[in-house]
C-alpha cells in the first residue's frame, strides 16, 4: 500500500479567470494527466457544501435503514434496474467473471492486490439510482435507460426525497461537467467537447449503502474490484473510510483520503473516457472493503451518534454520455495513447492486453457492460 495522494485540481480558479491564462490551461493540464496518470483525482469545488452532503447522507441513512419489504417497492427489474433501488446481493463485480481483468490483478505486485473477488458474488451493497438527465431533443433509440424516476413509497422519506436528492445531485453533476471541461483543454480538445457529448446522458446520482452491523468485519468486500461503466464518476465524503483506487501508470493501490477540511470531490475516470480516448485514459479500478479505518470509524460514530443506522453511504454519480452518441477513439487521442503504449513497451512496462474500442452508440456500450454484472438478462 502506499501513501501517495491524489493530484488536487482547483475548479474554482478555471471558475474565476479566463480559460485561455496561463494558470487555468496549467490547472487544466493537470486535470489531464491526472485522469491520465492515476484514473483520478481531487477536486477542489467551493460551491459544494459540507452541509448538503450531510443532510444527503443522513437522508440515505435513513431510507436504507427501512425495513426491506418498504425497500422492495421501488425496485424496478423490468428496467435493468436503471431507476429505484438495487438492493444487496444483486450486483456481481464483472471482474469476478472477467478474464482480462483477473490478468490484471495478477499482474500486480501481491501487497497491491485487492482483496480475493474469485470466491466473491455479488456485493453486499444496496443502492439507489436517481437520474439526473435532460430529455433528449429528437427520439432516442435506447427509451429503456430514459425510464422515469422512482419516488420511495414511505410518507416520512418521501417529503424529503426529491428536493435532497436534486440539490446534491445537482451538485455534482456541475463540478463533474466543469471537470470535464477542464480535462478536455487539458487534452488539447475544444472545451465543451465531453460536456456535449453528454448533454443528454443518463446520469445518475447513485449512493450506495452497506450495513456494517451485518457487514462490517474486516476484510469484507462490499464492492469489488471494478471499473464504472459510465464516462466520470463522481464523490462526496463518505462517513466511513475503505474506498481503494489503483493508479494505473503504477499498479498501486491507494486508499482514497480526503483533506480533513474543506469542499472536496473524488472524480474517476470510467469506461466511455477509455473508449472516447483510444486508451489514453484507462478506466479506474477501485473497489470498496472494511479495513482497519473503517472499523475505527466504526467505533467512532457508534459513540458519538448511537442513534443513528449503522450504514456506510457512498455519495456516487455516474456522469455519462448521451447515449445516442456515436463512441469511437479521438484520432489525436488515440495517436497519442499508441505514442505512450510503444513508449511503454521499450520500457517494458506493457502489462495488459490492449483491447479494441470499436464503435458503437453509448447505449450499445452500457447494455454490454450490464449484461456483465447480471443486471439486465
Ligand atoms: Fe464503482
Given at each position: 500500500?502506499?501513501?501517495?495522494?491524489?493530484?488536487?485540481?482547483?475548479?474554482?480558479?478555471?471558475?474565476?479567470?479566463?480559460?485561455?491564462?496561463?494558470?487555468?490551461?496549467?490547472?487544466?493540464?493537470?486535470?489531464?494527466d491526472a485522469l491520465i496518470n492515476y484514473g483520478a483525482l481531487l477536486l477542489h469545488d467551493s460551491r459544494v457544501s459540507e452541509d448538503d452532503n450531510?443532510?444527503?447522507?443522513?437522508?440515505?441513512?435513513?431510507?436504507?435503514?427501512?425495513?426491506?419489504?418498504?425497500?422492495?417497492?421501488?425496485?424496478?427489474?423490468?428496467?435493468?434496474?436503471?431507476?429505484?433501488?438495487?438492493?444487496?446481493?444483486?450486483?456481481?463485480?464483472?471482474?469476478?467473471?472477467?478474464?482480462?481483468?483477473?490478468?490484471?490483478?495478477?499482474?500486480?505486485?501481491?501487497?497491491?492486490?485487492?482483496?480475493?473477488?474469485?470466491?466473491?458474488?455479488?456485493?453486499?451493497?444496496?443502492?439507489?439510482?436517481?437520474?439526473?438527465?435532460?430529455?433528449?431533443?429528437?427520439?432516442?433509440?435506447?427509451?429503456?435507460?430514459?425510464?422515469?424516476?422512482?419516488?420511495?413509497?414511505?410518507?416520512?422519506?418521501?417529503?424529503?426525497?426529491?428536493?435532497?436528492?436534486?440539490?446534491?445531485?445537482?451538485?455534482?453533476?456541475?463540478?463533474?461537467?466543469?471537470?470535464?471541461?477542464?480535462?478536455?483543454?487539458?487534452?488539447?480538445?475544444?472545451?465543451?467537447?465531453?460536456?456535449?457529448?453528454?448533454?443528454?446522458?443518463?446520469?445518475?446520482?447513485?449512493?450506495?449503502?452497506?450495513?456494517?452491523?451485518?457487514?462490517?468485519?474486516?476484510?469484507?468486500?462490499?464492492?469489488?474490484?471494478?471499473?464504472?461503466?459510465?464516462?466520470?464518476?463522481?464523490?462526496?465524503?463518505?462517513?466511513?473510510?475503505?474506498?481503494?483506487?489503483?493508479?494505473?501508470?503504477?499498479?498501486?493501490?491507494?486508499?482514497?483520503?480526503?483533506?480533513?477540511?474543506?469542499?472536496?470531490?473524488?472524480?474517476?475516470?470510467?469506461?466511455?473516457?477509455?473508449?472516447?480516448?483510444?486508451?489514453?485514459?484507462?478506466?479506474?479500478?477501485?473497489?470498496?472493503?472494511?479495513?482497519?479505518?473503517?472499523?475505527?470509524?466504526?467505533?467512532?460514530?457508534?459513540?458519538?451518534?448511537?442513534?443513528?443506522?449503522?450504514?456506510?453511504?457512498?455519495?456516487?454519480?455516474?456522469?455519462?454520455?448521451?447515449?445516442?452518441?456515436?463512441?469511437?477513439?479521438?484520432?489525436?487521442?488515440?495517436?497519442?495513447?499508441?505514442?505512450?503504449?510503444?513508449?511503454?513497451?521499450?520500457?517494458?512496462?506493457?502489462?495488459?492486453?490492449?483491447?479494441?474500442?470499436?464503435?458503437?452508440?453509448?447505449?450499445?456500450?452500457?447494455?454490454?457492460?450490464?449484461?456483465?454484472?447480471?443486471?439486465?438478462?
Amino acid at each position: 500500500m502506499t501513501d501517495v495522494v491524489l493530484p488536487i485540481v482547483d475548479l474554482d480558479l478555471f471558475l474565476s479567470q479566463s480559460p485561455q491564462s496561463e494558470v487555468v490551461q496549467r490547472e487544466c493540464k493537470k486535470a489531464a494527466d491526472a485522469l491520465i496518470n492515476y484514473g483520478a483525482l481531487l477536486l477542489h469545488d467551493s460551491r459544494v457544501s459540507e452541509d448538503d452532503n450531510d443532510i444527503f447522507l443522513d437522508l440515505m441513512e435513513d431510507y436504507f435503514a427501512q425495513p426491506e419489504q418498504d425497500l422492495k417497492r421501488d425496485e424496478r427489474p423490468e428496467l435493468g434496474y436503471q431507476v429505484g433501488v438495487t438492493l444487496e446481493n444483486t450486483e456481481k463485480p464483472k471482474c469476478a467473471v472477467d478474464e482480462p481483468c483477473l490478468q490484471i490483478i495478477a499482474k500486480l505486485a501481491p501487497s497491491e492486490r485487492p482483496l480475493d473477488i474469485t470466491a466473491h458474488s455479488p456485493d453486499p451493497k444496496c443502492r439507489f439510482f436517481w437520474k439526473m438527465s435532460e430529455k433528449p431533443p429528437y427520439e432516442t433509440q435506447f427509451p429503456g435507460l430514459n425510464a422515469a424516476n422512482v419516488v420511495p413509497q414511505s410518507e416520512s422519506i418521501q417529503i424529503r426525497w426529491t428536493a435532497v436528492m436534486e440539490k446534491w445531485g445537482q451538485s455534482m453533476k456541475n463540478a463533474v461537467e466543469n471537470l470535464g471541461e477542464m480535462a478536455a483543454i487539458g487534452l488539447g480538445l475544444p472545451q465543451e467537447t465531453f460536456r456535449e457529448a453528454g448533454r443528454y446522458g443518463p446520469h445518475l446520482l447513485a449512493p450506495t449503502a452497506s450495513d456494517l452491523n451485518k457487514y462490517g468485519k474486516q476484510d469484507t468486500i462490499l464492492a469489488g474490484f471494478h471499473t464504472d461503466l459510465n464516462f466520470l464518476t463522481i464523490h462526496g465524503r463518505s462517513r466511513f473510510p475503505g474506498l481503494n483506487i489503483w493508479a494505473r501508470n503504477t499498479g498501486k493501490r491507494i486508499p482514497v483520503r480526503f483533506p480533513a477540511t474543506g469542499r472536496y470531490l473524488l472524480v474517476q475516470a470510467g469506461k466511455q473516457l477509455e473508449h472516447l480516448t483510444g486508451g489514453l485514459i484507462k478506466a479506474g479500478f477501485h473497489e470498496v472493503v472494511v479495513n482497519e479505518a473503517t472499523l475505527d470509524t466504526v467505533a467512532k460514530r457508534k459513540s458519538s451518534f448511537p442513534e443513528r443506522p449503522l450504514i456506510r453511504i457512498s455519495s456516487t454519480f455516474f456522469w455519462h454520455l448521451s447515449s445516442d452518441y456515436d463512441l469511437a477513439p479521438i484520432p489525436l487521442l488515440r495517436h497519442q495513447a499508441l505514442a505512450t503504449k510503444t513508449q511503454a513497451r521499450h520500457l517494458g512496462r506493457l502489462d495488459e492486453v490492449e483491447p479494441i474500442y470499436e464503435p458503437m452508440k453509448v447505449g450499445q456500450q452500457v447494455q454490454n457492460e450490464l449484461k456483465h454484472i447480471a443486471l439486465m438478462a
